[in-house]
């Protein structure tokens, strides 16, 4: 099941302040072409964070393990695409999650996002085991720096793509969580799952 979450791209986030109109995940499937999307609806403007992902305070994350479910991955960055759409790991590198550099750092306040594909045409991915995570779990990111940020799984929750709780995912907070998505569910006609996972996380 590839999967791509949607995001705004820069020229769409001055659509988002008068409100955009959001695209549910899509196009997760086991048979997806490699450039097949999918992904979490747009966060409106108010859902941004205002985080220099690269700042000397806050150095962008490069590895993330939930030891419980047996994750164990580098992160590479994702970023957006021209239809709004954010990046997602291609599908040969189905083994590895990503972090949407548009949303907060993990371990600094905000909303981090963590995206990985559940299966792949070329088979189980990264997070093909999330659906396993209880609550109370660790789970530790960590950045080029060698820090560790460890954060609690407070709650998960299986939703159908046309319902994505956006606000609730990428909302603004001044509290310092992390969300882990990636496909669930049943298969539509098309082959792509109908639902997503979302993880939820607070920092320690």
Known sequence: ?????????????????????????????????P????????PTRSAQTAHAP???KAPAPTRV??????IDSTLMRLGLNQDGTVEVPPAE????????????????????????????RFGRAVFHDLH?????????????????????????????????????VYGATGERVLRLITCDGDFDAEGHPVDNLIVYATLR
């Open 35 to 42: 450039e097949a999307s999918a992904g979490t609806p747009s």
């Open 132 to 168: 396993q995570i209880a609550k109370g779990a660790d789970i530790t990111v960590s950045d080029g720096a060698g820090a560790e940020s460890h954060f609690t799984v407070t709650a998960k929750e299986t939703v159908k793509k046309d319902g994505f709780p956006t606000e609730k």
């Open 93 to 120: 590198k189905g083994m590895t999650a990503g972090w949407y550099a548009g949303g907060a750092v993990p371990g600094e306040p905000g909303a981090a996002v963590l995206i990985g594909h559940n299966d792949t």
């Open 1 to 33: 099941m590839s999967f791509t979450p949607h995001v705004p791209s820069r020229i769409a986030l001055f659509a988002a302040a008068a409100g955009l109109l959001l695209v549910p995940l899509t196009g997760c499937g086991a048979a997806d072409a």
């Open 54 to 56: 690269d700042s000397p």
């Open 65 to 70: 393990t939930v030891s419980s479910v047996g």
